[in-house]
Structures are given as C-alpha cells and as structure tokens.
C-alpha cells in the first residue's frame, strides 16, 4: 500500500546567532532517522541581530546512496 509522504513545514524562525550555530552543530552531530518521514529536514532562521538569514537542510544519506 503506497504510503502519502509528509510535507516538511518549513517556516522562518527568529534566532540569535548563537542559537543558528548550535541547531547547525546538533544538525551536523545527530543522524537522521531512516524511520521518521520526511527522510530530509529544512529550517529557515532569521538573525534578529543582522537580519541574514540562513537555512539548514539536512538529508538522510539513504537518498543518495540507496542504503538505509
């Protein structure tokens, strides 16, 4: 039975630039679930100090090279 995917929801998120760097680290440091849909993450975080904004995306390696 075909299963619906899910639609990530990514929105725009206030941040403080230190808080931008720890979500990049725990990104960067923590596997992403085969078992959780969607098997990739996006986050947009706006910089309340300089307005830059930045996006983290992260995708689980099983879409590339095929193997959970």
Not at 25 to 43: F, I, K, L, Q
Not at 44 to 59: H, W
């Amino acid at each position: 039975m075909p299963v619906e995917p899910a639609a990530p929801d990514i929105t725009t998120e206030s941040a403080t630039p230190e808080t931008i760097r720890a979500l990049a680290d725990a990104w960067a440091t923590t596997a992403a679930a085969p078992d959780e849909s969607p098997c990739w993450r996006a986050r947009m975080l706006l910089d309340v100090d300089s307005g830059a904004c930045s996006v983290l995306f992260r995708i689980h390696h099983a879409l590339f090279d095929g193997r959970p």
